[in-house]
T-cell receptor, first 114, second 109 residues
Framework: DSGVTQTPKHLITATGQRVTLRCSPRSGDLSVYWYQQSLDQGLQFLIQYYNGEERAKGNILERFSAQQFPDLHSELNLSSLELGDSALYFC?????????????FGEGSRLTVL | AQRVTQPEKLLSVFKGAPVELKCNYSYSGSPELFWYVQYSRQRLQLLLRHISRESIKGFTADLNKGETSFHLKKPFAQEEDSAMYYCALRSGSARQLTFGSGTQLTVLP
């Protein structure tokens, strides 16, 4: 499958813990976006990377951080987790840095904080 | 700040009936708008974009700058249209997408 892959698919952890979500973009895509989808909420933009550099920041908490590596995969780090961080986290990739507007989404990582 | 509003969380129509999914936006610049769709057990994917002025799977959407709307329409709904639909606005220097909260469309037999 040459689409966007996200791991893990499901993750259950406790408050105060730290987790890392991983995303591999489509082959050749330079941009990676992270979105959070909480219950009854739309997709909230967190952060965008383009070719290893941070391009834009949305409503990302200071407890959250991300990076994009030279091989273009990206990781989203969530620390000091709270109950309200329970959500579906989506990664999406795009060929350029805002070209066609067609984002290719992964299946998401479902985080449950107990 | 930019905002996308989809006032209907849920929408049900009968097969063969017309369907309109509403989307309103707030943005001071020149908007670029999109509709994304997520079918059951599939990934979120692009349905159409306003600049293409295309019809995809019978759906069309017209940008109305006066009413700041980008409603999605289809004259005759099909059961396979049942899905979650998201309206999105591209803005900002990095041109990231801002999504609405989505409308779950159910087409009844």
């Amino acid at each position: 499958d040459s689409g966007v892959t996200q791991t893990p698919k499901h993750l259950i952890t406790a408050t105060g813990q730290r987790v890392t979500l991983r995303c591999s973009p489509r082959s050749g895509d330079l941009s990676v976006y992270w979105y959070q989808q909480s219950l009854d909420q739309g997709l909230q933009f967190l952060i965008q990377y383009y070719n290893g550099e941070e391009r834009a920041k949305g409503n990302i908490l200071e407890r959250f951080s991300a990076q994009q590596f030279p091989d273009l995969h990206s990781e989203l780090n969530l620390s000091s987790l709270e109950l309200g961080d329970s959500a579906l986290y989506f990664c999406a990739s795009e060929k350029g840095g805002g070209g066609t507007g067609e984002l290719f989404f992964g299946e998401g990582s479902r985080l449950t904080v107990l | 700040a930019q905002r996308v509003t989809q006032p209907e969380k849920l929408l049900s129509v009968f097969k063969g009936a017309p369907v309109e999914l509403k989307c309103n936006y707030s943005y001071s610049g020149s908007p670029e708008l999109f509709w994304y769709v997520q079918y059951s057990r599939q990934r979120l994917q692009l349905l159409l974009r306003h600049i293409s002025r295309e019809s995809i799977k019978g759906f069309t959407a017209d940008l109305n700058k006066g009413e700041t709307s980008f409603h999605l329409k289809k004259p005759f709904a099909q059961e396979e249209d049942s899905a979650m639909y998201y309206c999105a606005l591209r803005s900002g220097s990095a041109r990231q997408l801002t999504f609405g909260s989505g409308t779950q469309l159910t087409v009844l037999p």
